[in-house]
């Protein structure tokens, strides 16, 4: 038996057709990793830094590839987290359009928007709950470390909600177009659950509301 395996955000695109494992071909699998795994512990630190820097290795000749792959795969985020960002919190509009840019260029167009983790006037207490939940005993700093917990500040152009259209306008002046702008910006989005949850918005819903919903969600309790 098969499994077909298609770009989410494009169903038409058939990205590869992978054989589904029965019970036996599991449990072979499994019994092989084991024998495996006491091999690995057995061997050196040098050896095994060898080894993982040799998949790394091959992993960044192929990256422009694989990229692209993962990207029909399970479509291509455009973080505007600082820790994600060149520069970080210093990170400037141009810079982040471009990489947004290069993120149209290398992957599948319609695959690609903007996604950012803002939390906005929350203390850090709300946002070690956010990192932590109440699952696990020890703390992730995610990014940051125990001395600073905080989440990194926001670069000069995205500090809420309003700061979208400069961020349109960066787009535009990079090089996209209309519809590839408008496309990272929101619509994209839209076409995803439109595709995906069969959700039919009414016509005055704004085209962005996707990715809209994700920053004002935490922007509206400084409103309220």
């Not at 291509?76 to 990489?99: E, I, R």
């Not at 599948?108 to 996604?115: A, K, M, N, R, Y």
């Not at 408008?182 to 990715?211: C, E, V, Y």
Request: negative net charge; charged residues 25%.
């Amino acid at each position: 038996m098969q499994i077909e395996n298609r770009n989410p955000s494009d169903t038409s695109d058939l990205i590869g057709m992978y054989a589904q494992a029965d019970a036996y071909q599991l449990d072979a699998t499994l019994a092989a990793a084991h024998r495996a795994q006491s091999i690995w512990w057995a061997g050196s630190i040098q050896k095994c830094h060898d080894m993982l820097m040799a998949v790394g290795t091959k992993l960044m000749a192929r990256a422009e590839d694989i990229g692209h792959m993962l990207s029909r795969e399970e479509g291509k985020p455009v973080s505007a987290y600082p820790d994600h960002m060149k520069d970080g919190s210093k990170c400037k509009l141009q810079s982040w359009c471009d990489m947004a840019a290069l993120a149209v260029d290398l992957v599948v167009p319609q695959s690609v928007g903007i996604g950012t983790d803002m939390c906005q006037d929350q203390s850090d207490s709300t946002v070690e709950w956010m990192r932590v939940g109440r699952w696990t005993k020890g703390i992730d700093y995610d990014e940051g470390i125990a001395s600073n917990a905080s989440f990194s500040a926001m670069p000069d152009w995205l500090h809420d909600n309003r700061d979208l259209a400069g961020i349109r306008e960066g787009l535009l002046a990079v090089g996209l177009d209309l519809a590839l702008t408008d496309g990272a910006m929101g619509d994209n989005w839209h076409a995803f659950f439109d595709k995906r949850l069969g959700h039919k918005p009414p016509s005055q819903t704004p085209k962005t509301l996707p990715i809209r919903l994700r920053i004002i969600a935490s922007w509206r309790n400084k409103d309220e």
